[in-house]
């Protein structure tokens, strides 16, 4: 069965709340992994990161003794 | 607001265009981003303080889901607003320079992949593509027996759950296997319609919210006349416990890293719900 989504992200309508939390992950899937990724010490950035830890991360539990933090010392 | 303290927050890159950035592009900051340009190209940055956005306090952001949220719908508000007046290039969430040389310096070292990049997404549109293999119903369970049943009767009551158990997975795997065999054709044809495509890993159900199995999770680079065409053969793709949702049209940021000799031919991405990423790349 198809159940297209109203779109989603840049700039269409507001969805309603339950579809505004999937329409989250959608936009994470972008900004976090999408877009030009620059390194070097021209910029501060999250370029360098494992996203895929980020990703879930940050949407699953806070960093704590047990879980380290995904982000290397620079 | 303090000039010499806030960072340079970089929502995406641009050529020259006319005009100011549109209304309703209000950002991070509150305030609508401003244009910093260097040659032929323009930055479109914002001014946030180095309590947040400096590199120690910025991580810990990250791991703020709330705070992630905002940040990200504000930086895609900008970058759809500008959409509406020129081709944006997004760069990907949280780039911070220091300063506005430092926005120079990003724009002169990054100046070939940004000019390839204005060449491949102008005009076009993203669209997002997901499939779904649907929950089964639990199968309906038969009144248990009376407690003063016999032996005879308890027996085929276990009979009755196996078989039961087994049909519900039998089910299940027949849904995984249409929804899997869906997205195979829906993920070839879509990719022979669309100038790239992009795999992005399954989502999980606990993070989206979806009841069901995330089998396809693409993205598709489509050009902005022909997106209703697209939108439309999506939407011909159904398929009894199979749900096919799609999202967009998007800024292309699936495709913004991608320069024109290193793209892959449409088509060419790895076999869905492999969970492996392919056409982005920094």
Redesign the interface.
Known sequence: ?????P??????AASPL?ER????????????????????D??????DVDL?R???????S??NENVP?P?EV? | MNSTTDLRYVYAVTRPFDGLPPEGARGISGQPPRLVRHGDLVAVVDAVPAADFEEGPLKARLEDLDWLAGTARAHDAVVAALATVTCPVPLRLATVCRDDSGVRRLLEEGGERFERALDRLDGRMEWGVKVYAEEPAPPAEPASPRPSAGAGQARGSGRDYLRRRMEARRSREADWGRADALSRRLHAELSAQAEAAALHRPQDAKLSGVAGVNVLNAAYLVDRTRGQEFADLVHGYAEEGVQVRLTGPWVPYSFAGIGAEDEPPAGAATEPGDGTQTAVRP
């Open positions: 069965m198809s159940a297209p989504v779109a989603a992200g840049s700039g269409a339950a939390r999937i329409a989250l992950v959608d936009l994470l899937d972008r900004l976090l992994a999408g877009g030009v990724v620059l390194t070097g021209l910029t501060l950035s999250i370029a895929v980020v990703d879930l991360r940050a949407l699953i806070s960093v933090s982000f620079r």
